[in-house]
């Protein structure tokens, strides 16, 4: 800013003073070294900006009036006071002014500088008596001037405010052509000055209309440099505080969409860029227009989910801000943040909650973001949905159950809201299930949401803690419900129907066959016999696996079915397409089911397994009363029927006898291969044959079909349960001296092994196989 000139100076009314010699020394020692500072700024070509420039010039003429001051000074015997000290002021600002301008400029000596500014700043300098001075006509002078000083210092006053209101115009003018026009340096120290006026209320808000400072900051924002852009939305912040007039201004810009390009850059940017948007929230337009740029939303819940305090609390008060409108809620859910769509479907009005929950429906989700809906408070509202009286609500809500409940079983933050759709289980299953024609004024779901609630039931009682729920259930009839769903025509449904049945039959041992009764075993035997899915015949095979094993009148229902030649091949679908030689009796279903399961899964497999196994333990009893039976006869038996384990005449169905159907040997094949998943069913199968009569027999039969190395091979590398079956199985064979010189060699290293770094629990088994083959004493610690 210019100072007033010498002449004006004189003019002041102020009270007169004498001026010692030491000021008049002090004050000339100011101008030194603000003259040597001119110098050293006009050499420094990092300080050639516009911004700069003019502040160095402004120091230089206050310097000129300085020295002009100082000539007066010293041809006059009573100088005033004041004039001195406004000067030394002068010089002061103008220093301060050139600090201001450089303050991003690397130049040498900035201390130095602002010492002395700081220096003169405080500079005050005092009077002397009047008995040092031998004219005393000033004085006289003075006393005249004060009658009129009031009125002087007045006019003195408004001459000062329009010079100093000039200067600022000036100055004004000039930062505005450079932040439209400057180059980046230019335009950086014209922001930094543009900065301090708006924040220090220098300039009015007319002023910022009428030159168009807001567009003009947001057209620079896209095309400017990091920290420029720093400095833009921090002037737009300002003026976003001072009154809704800007704010509106902003929303109609265009320059939004600009903005939020700001989100996704660096904290400092993104922190001031998430503090503008929330100020401009406020208002109504700028709100809809926010959340309609694409990626705004995905960016602030990122930002929201960030490690930045501030701009955290900033997106989250934004995004609530936003979610006013039921779009915007959409897709914060979309981008994982539930809290606005949990809202609607608490205190929405009904077609808000049906769009909540159709679009929860229609989401891709993860087990995590399953984790936010529950923590969220989203499986309350859906279950009262669900309980109430609307069909549309009933069928959009049960796809919203089915997908979160189908969760990763061991994920650590889900059972807490599990259980809240534990109490849908009955009201769900009566909701699905075929009703007789004298209930048809009940409104039933399509098949394809029943397929969807049958996936929520499978899901809720397939849980670890939910046996008081499948214990509920089945007392309910939950099972005789699902039944008329086998015959269902629709795959889903009958596949849903089929799982959750098999999950249901588990536990209930002797109810089991009573409950299915001889149709429906026959319609699970038709289904392993017929070209549905994979799936369903694993579920089917899973079902009949669950008859107890000593139920009289569940293994004549399926020694009747022929049950046994239909397992066998899903336990040799790697085989060839045609059926074993040795099916014997009933063979005929061995022709017709072996292609069954030719690509079967190891649940499949496993099944089956374990359906023969049981199956096979009723072979010892069944085979003894066909032979109290057959004394009363006097046909002859047929030697082809003749078993060498059981040592008796067997057959296929009337004894389900595994060797006569040849299930065996492509029980061995599974062992044979990598797949790990089947072993333990497998060997309980193999283990069938080594029951305490039948035990060598057995054995013998096991080492001529070649499994022997086989089974070592699973106690080298299957799970523990595996392991302990093979090594009981293996016990058993080298039970017989010859088996033990054949293989004892084989299997010592890998017993070995097992008996010093296996499971704890195999090693009692593992410690009495290596005492037969006498590398163990019977008194070891081992045992």
Known sequence: MESRSFSERTSETDEAASFRIENFVEFSVFIEKSSSILGELKDNKLMDTVVIRKSVESLETELQRAKALMGRVSHSRQPLKKQIEEMTHDLGRSLGLVLFASHDVPIAGKEKIEALRREMMSARFDSCSESEFENDAETEKTEQTEETGETEQTEETEIEEEIVEEEITLDIDDVVLQVKYGNDDEFKSALSVLNVLIRDNTVTSEWVSEEGVIPILFNRLGSSKPDNRITIIQILRSLASQNDENKEKMAETGGLTTLVKSLARDVEEQREAVGLLLSLSEVSAARRRIGRIQGCIIVLVAILNGDEPVASDDAGKLLNALSSNTQNALHMAEAGYFKPLVHYLKEGSDMSKILMATALSRMELTDQCKASLGSDGAIKPLVKMFQGEKLEAKTIVSKCITKLIKLERKHPTLDHYRHCFISTSAPLLCYICPHDTQRTSISHPCKNSRHHLLQALNSIVTHQSASKVRTRMKENGAIQLLLPFLTENNTKIRTGALDLIYTLSKDLSEELAE???????????????????????????????????????????????????????????????????????????????????????????????????????????????????????????????????????????????????????????????????????????????????????????IVKMSAVQTIIKIIEQGTVKAQEKALWILERIFRVEAHREMFGESAQVVLIDIAQTGDPKLKSMTAKILAQLELLQPQSSYF
């Open 515 to 701: 409950i299915l009764g001889e149709t429906y075993v026959n319609i699970l035997i038709n289904i392993l016999s017929s070209g549905v899915s994979e799936r369903e015949k694993a579920a089917a095979v899973g079902i009949l696996s669950n008859l107890p094993v000593n139920d009289k009148k569940a293994t004549d229902i399926l020694n009747k079915a022929n049950l046994l030649p239909i397992l066998i091949p899903i336990l040799s679908s790697s085989l060839t397409n045609s059926a074993p030689s040795t099916c014997g009796p009933g063979g005929e279903h061995c022709g017709r089911a072996h292609s069954l399961l030719s690509n079967g899964s190891t649940v499949a497999k496993t099944r089956a397994a374990v359906a023969l196994s049981q199956l096979s333990q009723n072979t010892m009893s069944l085979q003894k009363s066909k032979t109290s039976r057959s004394r009363w006869l006097c046909v002859s038996r047929s030697t082809d029927a003749f078993c060498e384990v059981h040592d008796s005449h067997c057959t296929v169905k009337g004894t389900f006898c595994l060797v006569k159907a040849g299930a065996i040997s492509p029980m061995i094949q599974i062992l044979e291969r990598n797949e790990r998943g089947s072993d333990e069913a497998v060997l309980g199968v193999l283990a069938t044959l080594l029951q305490d009569e039948i035990w060598e027999n057995g054995s013998n039969y």
